[in-house]
C-alpha cells in the first residue's frame, strides 16, 4: 500500500498516513499503535478483555484527508513500528 496513492472517497483530494495512538500499559509512559484483532470481544476479569494475549493482531494505520478529515483504517503487518 502506498501513501501517495490513496485519495479520499468523499471529495478526492489527498490523504496521509498517520496512526491513532492505543492505549499505554498501565505504568508506563509510552504511546503504542492500535492493533485489529480478530474475534469478538469478552469479559474477562484479569484484562478487560478475554483473549488479548493471543489470536491475530495486526498493526493499523489511519490516513486522513487533507481537506475534510475524512479518516480511512486499514489492518496490515506492513504497518508495525519500525
Known amino acids: 500500500m502506498n501513501e501517495n496513492s490513496l485519495i479520499c472517497p468523499k471529495c478526492k483530494s489527498e490523504m496521509r498516513q498517520g ?27 484479569l484484562t478487560g478483555v478475554k483473549g488479548i494475549w493471543f489470536g491475530q493482531k495486526l498493526p493499523v494505520a489511519t490516513f486522513r484527508c487533507v481537506e475534510c478529515g475524512f479518516l480511512e483504517s486499514y489492518a496490515r503487518s506492513e504497518f508495525a513500528p519500525k
Open 19 to 45: 496512526f491513532v495512538p492505543g492505549p499505554a500499559n498501565i505504568g508506563f509512559d509510552r504511546t503504542v499503535i492500535s492493533q485489529w484483532m480478530e474475534g469478538t470481544p469478552e469479559k474477562s476479569f
